[in-house]
C-alpha cells in the first residue's frame, strides 16, 4: 500500500482508511439529515416537493442512513478490534470500496432510474413502479444493497478470522467457556465480546438479505416466478432489524473503550455482561417478528414471541450497558468534553428510545400505531440520539479534540442534543395523534406537528454540519490507529 | 383511549431514564474516591431493578396477550354481524361495502391486488381504531365494533408507491 | 489405499455415469441428476488432479494466485450447468451431455487446484455463497410455475428444490459448526495464513 | 508482476463467464429449453418435412394442410397430445374448444365490426389440428377426442402419424419432448405451434390466448380485429 498520502505525523494505511470511513459518514449524515429535513418541510408545507420527489428522497434517507451507520459503526469496531486482534487494512479499503460502488449504484437507481420502493423494498413494490420506475431503476438499487453487502461480508470474515485465530472459536469470542463453564481464563475484553455478536448478526443476516434480493432481482425480470410476500417481508425484516441493530451494537464499543479511559475505573467484563451479550446475539436475530404484529396470518406463537423479544431485547441495553455507564460514570470525577459528553448522551438517547420501541412491540399497542409516526419516533431517538452521538464522540476523540471544548462545539453539542431529543419527540406526539409514517402530503390537522418538527430537523442537521466540520478540520491530529 | 395510555407510560418511563441520567450527570464530577463501593451499591440496584422488570414483564406480557387481535384471521366470527371484503391495490381500496351501523362488529377481510399495503381504520377524530396489513396473496381479518356513528376513514398504512398518501377511502357509521 | 487405486476407482466411477446405465438411471430423476451425479463427476475431477498438483504448482501461482481465476472458473462452470435450459438439452443432445460430463470433471479438477491456495477469506467467500446459491435455488425451484426441463415432471422439480434447501441448510451446519465451537484444524489454518491481502 | 497476471486472468475468466452465461441463455432471454426453442422458431422459421398423416376419418393428409379446403394463405395451429392423457392435454383440448367458438363466429369479414372483442376471426383461415404422438392412439381415439370437445370438422381436426419414424424427425426438428412414463403415460412439453405456409413461425403456450391472436393478426391482418 502507498503510504504517502496517509496523514502526518502518523503514517498508516490502516488509520487512513479508518479516517475515510469516518470523514465519509460525517459528511454522508449531514447529507442525508438535510434530505431528512427537505421531508418534514415538505409535510410542513413550507416547501413544495412532489409526491415523486419525496418518496425518492425518503429512499435515499433510508438506505443512506442504514448503509452509512453500518460503514461508521463498523470503522468504530475495527478501530478498537484492533487493539487485540490481528485484522486486515487490505479488506477494510475493499469494504469501502465495495460500499462506494454500492452506494453509486443506489443513487444512480433512485435519482436516474426514479426507484422510489423505500430502503424495505417490500415484496413485490420493486417490480409495481407504476411508470415512475422500471426494472432497471429497481435492479440498480437492489444490486447496490447487494454489492454493500459483499463488501460488509468480507469485513465481518475478516473479523471472524481475526477472533478465531486468537480465541480459537467465536463461542470463545463469546465468553461462554467463562460464562457456562468454569474457566478461570481471563474472558475477551468487551470490544472482542461485541465484535463476535455483531459479525455472527451480521453474517447470518447478509446471507438472509442475499437470499431475498436475488429472489426479487428474478422476480423483477421473470414474473412469473411468484415470490411469496409474507416470507420476503420476513427475511427483509430479518435483515434489516439485524442489520441497523448491529450499527449501535458495535458503535457502542467505543462507550465501553473512551468511558473508562475518561473514568479511570474498568468496563469489567463478568457473567453479567458476557450473559448480555450472548441473549442479545439470540435476541436480535429473533426479534424481528415484531414488525409484523399487524401480518394477522402470521403463526400466533412468532408474533407473541416478537413481542417477548421486544421486551426482553431492551435489558442487556438498559440493565446491562446504559446502567454500566451510569455506574462508572457516577462519582467518578469525569471531565465533561466532546468525547465524554456525546457518549454519555449517546447512552442516554439508546437508553431513551428503548421506552418507546417496547411499548410498540406490545401487540395492543401496535396494533394503533404500527406504521404511524410512532415508529420512526422510537428509532430516530436512538439513532440521532443514541448512535449518531457515538459516532461523532468517536470523532471528537479519535482527532484528539478533548479536553476544554470551543463555544461551537458547545453550542453544537446542545443545538444538536435538544433538536434530536425534540424531533423524536414530535415524532411521537404524532404518533400519538395517528398520522401515518411515509406519507409525502400530509392532512392540514397534521400540519401543525411537523412545522416544529423541521425546526428540529433544522437544529440537528445544523449541530452535525459543525460536528462534521470540526471533524474534518481536525483530521491532521488523529490518533494512530 | 389505548393512545392516551402509551403516552403516559412512555413519558412516564422515559421520564425516569432522563431522572437517572441527570442524577448521574449532576454528581458526576465529583470524585466519591473508591470505585468499588460505588460500584457494590449500584450493583445491587441493579439487581433489584432486574427483577422488577422481570417480574413487570411477566404480568404484563400476560395481560397484553389475553387479547390478541388474531382471532378473527383464525376463522372465529362468533358475534360478528358483517364481513366486508376490502382488496388493496395502487392506490385505492376496492371496499364490498362502505358502510355499518352502530354497535355492529365488523370484520374486514383484507387483501391486496398487487402489492403490500396496510388498512388502517381512523375515527371521526382522526384516529386508528385498528389497523391490519393488506397483502398478495393473503387476507388477514381485521375485527372491530363501531361505537360512534360518524365519517370514518379507510387509509394506507404501508407505503405502496407514489401515490401512498391518496389512497383514502370514506366508511359510513349510521345509527 | 495408494492414490494409483482411488484414481482407478475415479475413473471407473466417470465411465460408469458416461458410458453405462447407470447415468441414465442417475439422469432419471432431476434429484439424483443433480444432487447426486454431477457431483460425484466433481468429485472424480478432484480425485484426477492430486497428482497434478506439484507438476502444476509454478505455473498455477503465475496465473492462479490465492485460486481466485480458478474459483470464479469453477463458479461459471457451475452455473453454466445449473441453466435448466442446458440441463435439460444434455439429455437428449450426446454433444451436449458429454460437455457436460467434461465441465465437471473440469470443475472438480479446477477447485482441487485452487482451494489449497485460496485464502481463508476467499474460501469463506465461496462457502457463503454456495450455500446461498442453494437457498435461492431451492426457493426459486419450489416456486416455479411451470416446468423448468422438459424432461422432468413438475414434481420432480419440487423435490430438486426441497434437496437444495436440504443440502444448504447441512452445509451451514457443517461449516458454521467449528466456527462457533472450534476445532484445532481450523485454528492452525487460521493462525498458519494469516494475511496476505495488503 | 505475478499479481498482476494473476488478476488479468481472474478478470478474463469473469469475462468469459459472463459472456458464456449470456450466450447459453440468448442474452438472458432463454433460461429453459422450451423457451430457447421458442425464441429459435421466432428468429427462423422451422420448415416442416413432408409428413403423411391419418386424420379422424382415416384419411391420409399432409402435416401442412390439415383439412384440405384449406388455401394456401391460411394458418393453422397444431398442438401434439395422446388420446389417454388425463392432465394437460385435456387442458389444451378445452382451450382449442373455446378457441374454435371465437375462431368460428359464422360473420361475413364486412360485419367484423359488430363483434364483441375476442371474436375475431372468421372460421375458414385458421384451422386446428391435435395430431397424437402415441402409436397406440386408433382412428376411433383420435374420432372420440374430437367429439369430447364437439369439434366443428370444418375447423378442427385430429390426427396420428402414418409412420412413426415421422414422429423421430418431428421431436428433432421441433424439439418435441416425448418420454414414456409408467404412471402418467407419458411426459411432454405442451404447445401451441404455429403453421404459416408450411413453416412452424412460432410456438407459444397453449393458453396464451393473447399471444396466439396477436399472431394471426400479425399474419392474417385482414381477418383479425385489432386487439
Known sequence: MNDSTAIAPMPGSSKLAILAYLGISALVYVLMMVLGLLMRMGQANWLGLPADLFYQIMTAHGAGMVGISGLAGSAVMWYFLRRYVDLTVGILWANLAFFLSGVVLILGGIFLGGYAGGWTFLFPLPSHGMGLWGPVGAACFLGGLLLIGVGFLLLYLDVARAIISKYGSLARGLGWPQLFGNSDETPPPAAVVAATMVLLVNITGIVAGAVVLVLILVNLFMPEFEVDALLTKNLIYFFGHVFINATIYQAVIAVYEILPEYTKRPWKVNKVFLGAWTASTIMVMAVYPHHLLMDFVMPTWALVLGQIMSYTGGFPILVVTAFGALTIVHRSGIQWDMPSGLLFLSMFGWAVGVVPAVIDGTIAVNNVMHNTMWVPGHFHMYLIVGLVAMLFGFKYYITGQDGKPGMFDKLAFWIYSLGGVGLSVTFLISGYFSVPRRWAQHMPEWVGLSQPAALMGAAVALGAAIFAIRFLTSLKHARAV | MIQDTVLVVTLVLMGAIVAAFLFVAINAKNDGGEYAPIQGRAYAIRSKLFWVLVVAGVLITTVTTLDLPYAATRGEMAGVDKQIDINGKQWYWEIADTSAKVGETVVFNVSAGDVTHGLGVYDQDMRIIGQTQAMPGYANSLKLTFDKPGNYKLMCMEYCGVAHHAMVSDFTVTE | ?198 | MQYWVSAATSFLSLCVGVVALAWGTDGGQAWTAESARRLAVLEQPVVLPWVTLLNQQGKQQQLTDPLASQSASGLTLMEFIYTRCPTVCLAMGAEFRSLQAELYSGLPSERHSELPSGLYFRGGEVKLLSVSFDPEDSIEDLKHYLTRFSANPSIWSAAKFARQSDLEMIKQQLGLIVIPEPSVGYIHNSAVYVIYDGRVVAILDHDDRKGIRDVISQYLPGTAGSG
Not at chain 3, 2 to 8: G, K, M
Not at chain 3, 26 to 45: D, F, I, K, Q, R
Not at chain 3, 161 to 171: D, P
Open chain 3, 1 to 198: 489405499m495408494t492414490l494409483r487405486a482411488v484414481i482407478i476407482m475415479a475413473l471407473g466411477m466417470v465411465v460408469a455415469i458416461t458410458a453405462t446405465p447407470l447415468g441414465h438411471w442417475l439422469e432419471s430423476t432431476m434429484v439424483s441428476h443433480v444432487l447426486v451425479e454431477l457431483p460425484l463427476l466433481v468429485v472424480a475431477g478432484i480425485i484426477f488432479a492430486l497428482p497434478l498438483k506439484p507438476v502444476s504448482q509454478p505455473l498455477l501461482n503465475w496465473v492462479n494466485r490465492g485460486g481466485i481465476c480458478g474459483l470464479i472458473t469453477a463458479s461459471f462452470l457451475l452455473a453454466f450447468w445449473m441453466l435448466p435450459r442446458w440441463l435439460d438439452t444434455s439429455l437428449g443432445d450426446p454433444w451436449v451431455a458429454s460437455a457436460k460430463y467434461g465441465s465437471m470433471v473440469l470443475t472438480g479438477m479446477i477447485l482441487a487446484l485452487s482451494w489449497p491456495s485460496a485464502h481463508v477469506i476467499t474460501r469463506a467467500v465461496v462457502k457463503i455463497e454456495f450455500l446461498t446459491m442453494f437457498f435461492r435455488l431451492g426457493w426459486l425451484y419450489l416456486i416455479s410455475p411451470e416446468r423448468l426441463c422438459n424432461n422432468y415432471l413438475l414434481t420432480d422439480q419440487i423435490w430438486l428444490g426441497r434437496g437444495f434447501l436440504l443440502v444448504g441448510l447441512a452445509l451451514t451446519i457443517t461449516w458454521a459448526y467449528p466456527i462457533l465451537f472450534g476445532n484445532a484444524v481450523l485454528e492452525q489454518q487460521l493462525t498458519e495464513r494469516k494475511l496476505s491481502i495488503d
